[in-house]
């Protein structure tokens, strides 16, 4: 497993140079790689077709969809991801982008938060059962909300 604090450390500072940070959206993200891969995987090639990508195991095309449609194209957010993660995605490959997407933790959390913003999630409250049920709408309609507040809380230490 990653260290628990780095993540913290890197989601919350990644947030703030993308100028988005709310303590909500640091956990909401946290959470996301928490339930995706446990904090243990950067990728998952079992499918070949639809690889998960980063510690989100984000679905391929998912990631393609928001790195093009949301991030490449919108100078104004395509400079937030640089800015805050180092990765250019005017001048790079989709291909190089979807590596740096296994590689770059950075660049992971503002991918997430990019797409959470794409589906316009707002987290209204602060508290980890509002977090939690933002995750399972958006990302994971499986997950049970008590596992995660149980998950996250023992892992960050809440």
């Not at 260290?3 to 913290?8: E, L, R, T």
């Not at 640089?82 to 770059?104: F, H, M, P, Q, R």
């Not at 059962?129 to 958006?138: Q, R, W």
């Amino acid at each position: 497993m990653l260290n628990a604090k780095q993540i913290s450390y890197t989601t919350r500072n990644t947030l703030k140079r993308m100028g988005i940070y709310e303590p909500s959206l640091e956990k909401l993200i946290k959470g996301t790689f928490l339930m995706q891969s446990n904090l243990e995987n950067l990728y998952n090639d079992d499918d070949e077709y639809n690889r998960l990508r980063g510690l989100m195991l984000m679905p391929n095309d998912d990631a393609v969809e928001t790195i093009n449609e949301y991030i490449r194209y919108r100078p104004e957010d395509r400079k937030k991801v640089s800015d805050a993660s180092g990765v250019d995605l005017k001048n790079i490959s989709l291909e190089d982008a979807l590596t740096l997407l296994e590689t770059n933790i950075a660049f992971m959390v503002a991918v997430t938060a990019m797409f959470y913003s794409s589906n316009f999630i707002k987290v209204p409250d602060d508290n980890l059962e509002s977090i939690a049920s933002a995750y399972k709408a958006y990302f994971n309609e499986d997950v049970n909300v008590a596992v995660f507040i149980e998950k996250y809380t023992k892992t960050f230490r809440v």
